[in-house]
């Protein structure tokens, strides 16, 4: 059994985190919890880690377990990898699981983010266009 | 007058933004919701010059 180990992240937006997850998975595969739920082993037994966040073992690799991404106290989220999903491959990162997938997620969530405060203070997206790797948003509003 | 954010966010989800047409206080008001909500992430904010300049009056005087 593959022990699970703990990166702590800067996510504190749960829905912001699970749409930019789903930029690198395939449709359905990321899971949204009210509640921490237990993630499942490579065997399929329920191990004792648990997240709000959940990708199934299925859609993480051939003999993966799951990840996942769990609210801590202080409100940020962290990741929940196993030893052994540590070296496999994601092809929508083009990392494997470990800290370069978490940097991976950075830009996505970030644009959620910010598209998302930019409606909270009245404004609306004019443009977002992706230049050499950065993404450009420009929000307008009278 | 319009108000306009521009945004840029790096590939390591490091964020800038530009706020235009929105005078003093109102300008620091929306900067500082933009940082809160990107907790972490922001690195750098340009102020304008319009941050700089006090909102003009609303309203007018009536009579003598």
């Given at each position: 059994m593959s022990k699970y180990t703990k990166m702590k992240t800067s996510f504190t937006d749960k829905e912001c985190l699970a749409a930019a997850l789903r930029e690198f998975f395939s449709e359905g595969s990321v899971e949204v919890f009210a509640e921490p739920t237990r993630l499942v082993g490579f065997e399929g037994e329920l191990r004792a880690e648990r997240a709000e966040?959940?990708?199934?073992?299925?859609?993480?690799?051939?003999?993966?377990?799951?990840?996942?991404?769990?609210?801590?106290?202080?409100?940020?989220?962290?990741?929940?990898?196993?030893?052994?999903?540590?070296?496999?491959?994601?092809?929508?990162?083009?990392?494997?699981y470990d800290q370069a997938f978490v940097e991976k997620i950075k830009q996505p969530y970030a644009v959620r983010v910010a598209e998302q405060t930019l409606a909270a203070l009245g404004f609306r997206v004019a443009s977002r266009e992706k230049v050499r790797g950065v993404m450009h948003i420009t929000g307008v509003g009278f | 007058m319009m108000r306009r954010i521009e945004i840029t966010i790096d590939e390591h989800g490091v964020v800038s933004f530009t706020i235009r047409g929105v005078k003093g206080q109102g300008c620091a008001d929306i900067a500082n919701k933009l940082k809160a909500a990107l907790a972490g992430e922001v690195l750098e904010e340009k102020h304008t010059s319009e941050y700089y300049e006090r909102p003009q009056a609303v309203g007018k005087r009536v009579g003598q």
């Open positions: 966040i959940v990708v199934r073992r299925c859609n993480v690799g051939a003999g993966s377990n799951d990840i996942g991404f769990a609210r801590e106290k202080d409100g940020t989220f962290s990741f929940f990898v196993s030893e052994f999903d540590r070296s496999v491959y994601n092809r929508g990162t083009d990392t494997r | -």
